[in-house]
C-alpha cells in the first residue's frame, strides 16, 4: 500500500485540473489523474512525471456508475487509503441557455456531470478519504453559481445562463450540506472559484491562465487541520452565496 498522501483530481488531462494535479504534486502528494479518455489521461500522467510528480491514471467518468465503482477499487487495491479529492471535472453544455430557450435534455446532461457525479464519486470515496488522517474535499465551483453575484446590477456574471450557472449553485448547495452532515468528523469540504480561466469550456476568453485559477482549489486541498469546512472561496478570499 502506498503511504505518501495521495490524491485523486478529477478532469485532470487539461487546463486547471493538470494544474491543480501538478501543484498537489509539488506539494508531495502522489496524484490520480481522473479521466475518461484514455489517450489524454496517459499524456498528462506522462508530463506530470516529467515534472517529478509521482502520477498515476485513473480511468473514470463520473457520469457513469460502473467506472465510478472501478475507480474507487482501483484507489482502495493500490493506495488503500485517499487523502485529497478535488472534483474538477465539468462541463458548460450547449447553447442558448436563457431560460425561455434551454433544452431540458441540456439541463440534464448538465447536472450529470456538474452535480450527480460529484455526489457519485464522493460518496463511493468517502470510506478511502475516512482512513486519512486530514481528508479534504474541494468542489471546484463559479462565481456564476453565486446568488448574490447574479442578482447584482452591473456585475459581470456572464450571458444568461439557466443550465451551467444553476449546476453551479445546486453543487454550493449540496456541498454545504455535506460540510454539515460531516461536521464532527476530520474531513474539510469546501468550494473553490478558480475565476474567468481561459480553457476549452470557455473557449479560451478568460483572462486568468490555469495555474491561476488551480490555486484557490490546491490551498483548499492543502489547509491545515481545524480549517474552515463548508466554505466558498476566490483568491481574494470568502464568495458570497
Known amino acids: 500500500m502506498n503511504e505518501k498522501t495521495t490524491a485523486l483530481v478529477t478532469g485532470a488531462n487539461k487546463g486547471i485540473g493538470y494544474e491543480i494535479a501538478l501543484g498537489l504534486g509539488r506539494h508531495g502528494m502522489r496524484v490520480g489523474v481522473g479521466a475518461r479518455d484514455a489517450g489524454r489521461r496517459e499524456d498528462a500522467v506522462a508530463r506530470l512525471r516529467e515534472d517529478g510528480v509521482d502520477a498515476f491514471g485513473v480511468a ?5 456508475a460502473d467506472s465510478v465503482a472501478s ?3 482501483q484507489l482502495q487495491d493500490e493506495e488503500g487509503r485517499l ?8 462541463v458548460t453544455g450547449s447553447m442558448p441557455q436563457a431560460p425561455t430557450l434551454a433544452s431540458p435534455d441540456n439541463l440534464r446532461a448538465v447536472l450529470e456531470t456538474n452535480v450527480i457525479g460529484v455526489v457519485a464519486l464522493t460518496n463511493a470515496l468517502l470510506p478511502l478519504l475516512r482512513r486519512s488522517p486530514s ?9 456564476v453559481g453565486s446568488l448574490t453575484r447574479q442578482s447584482q446590477d452591473g456585475g459581470d456574471t456572464g450571458p444568461l ?11 454550493n448547495a449540496i456541498t454545504l450540506q455535506y460540510a454539515k452532515e460531516l461536521a464532527d468528523t476530520n474531513v474539510l469540504i469546501n468550494l473553490a472559484c478558480p475565476g474567468f480561466v481561459a480553457t476549452d469550456l470557455n473557449g479560451f476568453r478568460g483572462h486568468r491562465t490555469p495555474a491561476q485559477g488551480a490555486a484557490t482549489p490546491i490551498r483548499l486541498a492543502t489547509l ?6 463548508g466554505g466558498f472561496f476566490e483568491d481574494a478570499g470568502p464568495v458570497p452565496w
Open 60 to 64: 473514470l467518468d463520473v457520469t457513469d
Open 71 to 73: 475507480a474507487a477499487r
Open 83 to 90: 487523502d485529497v479529492l478535488v472534483n474538477n471535472a465539468g
Open 135 to 143: 481528508p479534504r474535499i474541494v468542489n471546484v465551483s463559479s462565481s
Open 161 to 171: 445562463s439557466a443550465v451551467y450557472s444553476p449546476s453551479k449553485t445546486y453543487l
Open 224 to 229: 491545515p487541520d481545524g480549517g474552515p469546512s
